[in-house]
């Protein structure tokens, strides 16, 4: 290590293999992680892609810097319907190194926004205010006031003032916040603040070090490999680590993620501020040749709109009137009279970042523009001419292509009513955020509610990936207090973690139940039942614990927490070897199969998962020596009654329904076969549309629709359907599991009765109103039956050619009657449901409302 | 062929000295060629496409290379690919032209020569 507290490089022979903790990018997001983790002792690795450049050496809006300290030269694009240049910092405190240092707290309306529409757990003001107070402490956040504003702050100030808006002097992380962001040795980035802290601390920083990939090991994160450049010899390592943090930013995190075959809900929200700029010409002399900056920015069209001053040099000018050079080069004549603004709006779109395999570096992001966007953005640029000239301005020229220069407030104020076109704007942003997003909604978030990544318990996000939203102001604060609060979480799990008993060693060696599909809602349910109830300290049926196979990007977090005795094997039903570990050990256990693909991306998966899957899996438990097999099949094979009063029983003739139904005849065959010829105990259960506790968000809409009175109700609605309460269905379960009677046989678990369509949307509206006082509007959707017939021809259409639209599939069940009698189950196991449409309703609601869903 | 567009998009204000100018041009080439290396490698072979292209359609207008035009012929070309009515075209010329005129006028040189010809302006009878 140097004495910078750099480790050496590979010229140097020096090769820290092995860290307890790396963190990967030396930003806002990452330095603060690596200090922290460094001060309660963890031995700690920062990765840094970028050089280290000492800050006094170097303005950092020069050329020189932009090449040096910018990604890829400051040329990333941003694809879209219109292409926005887009920069971030690639060096030793990534962008705090070339940013303007403007500092804001989370705006109130964001912590609730977040909590309902993320389901994000403990994120409250109180407590980020807390984190925000230390943060700028440390970075000497303040203000300058109007006493020490420069030329161009004034100036603005001056036309803001006219015309009577709302404005705020935004604080700086500045030594004296009067200087220009760009003055040496000023601005409080991250090389000069948290890094050396954290070097002080013992980590260990590597610059010229790009993480190129995670390195994934059972379910776990065991290290990074890495390509180090030092000059210009180059090795690869890899580095092997007990925790990761990715801290690359919003752009790179999601990327590495992607790269390592992490894709969860990974990149696929991205949020920016698109900006418009402007030059303005003033009769004053400007002083904007120090790369000064106005300190306020207009809050009287915010959170949609913030307008506020750019960074000044005589480039920067040239750059933005070189949309329109051969009209306006002459006004680089006055350049010591001109100032730069912008006008920025939060981006109501939603952006990607993707990876293209093969391509070094094929980073793509891309953000569509949308009709809100281009509107905002016009006006914020005709609110911003307004202000200019109010200052005194006597020409603006926007960064707008085929536009002359603007010469009066009224001709900018015509954006009020008509849109730039997307043709002419020259856009740029600089923030970007929210590819990784937190929080507990299992649709949008790819982290937990603090920055764990799902489905692992030792990699974790900590940098702007993880706003979940626009904050509507400059992000570093942002970032930065909920990087602070998740590592708060992180060291208070870990004590706790520490301090509970390890976990059972008999639940690593052998199981007494295996499950697949346990992270499913009906798997979690079963799974909290083998504990409900088993005896305290028994060693009955799950006296060996319950083992679960987890896919990869599934959280098991649910799962582990019922019980101790919970173990997780990473897995996939088409991996054989992933089965075989998941097996072994687990003689004489029984083997519970929930795991299928109901609702596939391609029609293909059907036959990969259920059938195939289904092979691998009866391998495998029959390979290591389980005992029995209960398996979950559905009412799918059986299809659909000839009538509405008739029942299927178990004796009735396979009729699939379409691509799904003919799976799991597949299957059902397989087990069949199993017993048979390979000896197993197996047991197959078909259950029909089930429903209560644990159901996935898209359940909730059924309750919403019925609420909004959108349900569809096709034909009469006396159509009648089987339905199983969760309970219901775990209790058959458990019955399959044990009883002697059961094996080789197959039973029907439902409700005891069906009901018709009519009386499942009565029944839910009933419960929303008279059991939580949630008006409903008792609308119906009415459609004609043969909606469901058209709409059954189209899936049945899709489906040959292997495509699959899950509403469409849906519609085309809803005029069918599917309905089954459990008399067998009954008679045989001594099967007795407990849960009628109406109790388990209110069972499920309740659960919905007390988890954060909206109904 | 980078090195010609550059060229042509560097304005003659303000003055330099002829020694002075070949630095700064040679300065401001290095720096949008290393500008159009530093793009992300799947748009940097689509770029070095167009750059062919824009060297390719000049020899079919005017049956010469762009190089060997004559300045006003090259202007010409110029401001036809920066006015295309379909987007690549444009945004190939706006790319170069940015780049080539953000480190013109923040090159140290010009910035004094600029600064200069404003004090002389502020004192004219010096
Ligand atoms: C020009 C500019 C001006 C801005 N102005 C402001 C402002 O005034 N106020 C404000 O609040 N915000 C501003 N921002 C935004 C703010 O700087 C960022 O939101 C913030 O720095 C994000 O922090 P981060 O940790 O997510 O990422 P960054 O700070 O960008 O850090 C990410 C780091 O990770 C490194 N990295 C990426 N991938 C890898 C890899 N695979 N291996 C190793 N290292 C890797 C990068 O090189 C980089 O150093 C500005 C940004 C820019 C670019």
Redesign the interface.
Known sequence: MSESGEAAGPGAGGHPLKAQAIVVGSGAGGALTAAHLAERGYDVLLLEEGPRVDATSIRS???EAI?RLYR??????ILGNL?MAYVEGRCVGGSTEVNSGFWHRLPADSYYRWKADYLLDEFEPDAMDGYFDGIEAELSVSRSGTDKEGRGSAVFRRGIEKLAWKYEEVPRCMKDPSASAFSPGQKQSMAQTYIPRAIRAGARLISGCKVRRLVVEGGRVVGVDALLTDGAETAEWRIRAELVFLCCGAVQTPALLRRSGIKKNVGDNLRIHPMIKAGALFEDEMET?DAAIPIYQVKEFWPTITIGGSVF???????L???N??AH?GA??S??HMGLFHAATRGLNRGSIRV?PG??????VRYRLNRADQRNLSIGFARLGEILFAAGAKAVYGSL?SFPAFTSADQCRSFLKADIPL?SM?LSTVHVFSSCPMGENPDLCATDSFGRVIGFDNLYVNDASLLPDSPGVNPQGTTMAIARRNLDYFFEDSDRRRRSPQRSPRSEGRPSILVTGATGWLGTRLVERFYDEEPKGGSGRIGGGVRCLVPHGMDPSKLTAVDEGVSLTPGDLRDLDSLRAFCKGAEDSTLVHLAGVIHPGRVAEFEEVNVEGTRNLLLAARDAGVRRVVVMSSNSPIGCNPHRDHLFDEDSPYQPYMGYGRSKVAMEKLVIECQAVDGLETVIIRAPWFYGPHQPARQTQFFQMIRAGRFPILGDGRQRRSMAYVDNLCDGLLLAMTRAEAVGRTYWIADERPYSMNEIVDTVEDVLESEFGIACSHGRMRLPSAVGDLAQAVDWSLQKVGLYEQRIHVLGEMNKTIACSVERAKAELGYAPRFELRGGMIESIRWCLENGQHI | MVDEIVQLLTPDDPVLAPAERTRVQSSVSGFVASQVEGLPSFMAMPYRLAISAFGLMSVLRYGRGFCSLEDSRKRAYLALWSEFPIGPPRDFVKLIRGCALLAFFDHPDVTRAMLSELAAEASPHV
């Open positions: 809006n020069s050329t090449s890829n030269g400051g040329m990333t694009p292409n040749r040099s005589p480039g920067f000018l040239a750059m009137l070189s949309d050079w051969t080069a680089m004549d350049w010591h293209l391509v070094q570096d094929g980073v793509v292509r043709s020259s």
